[in-house]
């Protein structure tokens, strides 16, 4: 029996880079369908990327088919530069793509979102998550695996100061992080990544959340 095909948006980022890899070498993948605005130079007989341009992603719909869809795209608005930027990355994209992969006939789709997402959230980030999550949400795939971790941890390809300073507090004082404070412990993005891959070859109807603490059990 072949393998199902997998759909990557976000394949160079922290999480989505550990989820290529745990792809590549699983079974239970036949074919890994990269979305990528450049090349990244993967030669692997599994994948297969798809250049587009994602503010004009319906041009491409017809070539988004596939079983299952890992959204992985996220930015920050720092490095978007501005908040409407962010909320096109954030938002927009994660929507479009969703939008198109469904009426491509994917049945299940896994998210990578944030710790505190709500669209009533007075956060502009976290509100911008929530609104995503509200967005796809409706579009009723069969599985909708939202996962909400907290800090990532793991080695970026960009530097981010702020972000290290928090890494550096989130792993200084992980033992404090416990009971109803355990989901808000910094959680490495090889976890998340590990969770993402569970979860597509285990699918659950309807959709589920998954706080970090949850996420934290796929820890190897």
Known sequence: MSGKTALVAGGSGLV???LLKLLLTDPAFSRIKLITRKPLGIAHEKVSEIIVD???LNQFAQRLSADVVFCCLGTTIRTAGSRENFRKVDYTYCVELAKAAKAQGAKQFILVSSIGAEI???NFY??????????ITTMFFDSFADLRPSMLLGERKEF?????AGKFFMQAFS???VGSLKKYKGIQASTVARCMVELAKHPEPGKMIFESDVIARYEK
Request: hydrophobic share 35%.
């Open 120 to 122: 009533i959230s007075s």
């Open 160 to 164: 981010r100061a702020g972000e290290l």
């Open 54 to 56: 994602f503010d004009e």
């Open 126 to 135: 976290l509100r911008t998550k929530g609104e995503t999550e509200s967005a």
């Open 175 to 177: 033992f404090a992080f």
């Open 16 to 18: 989505g880079s550990h």
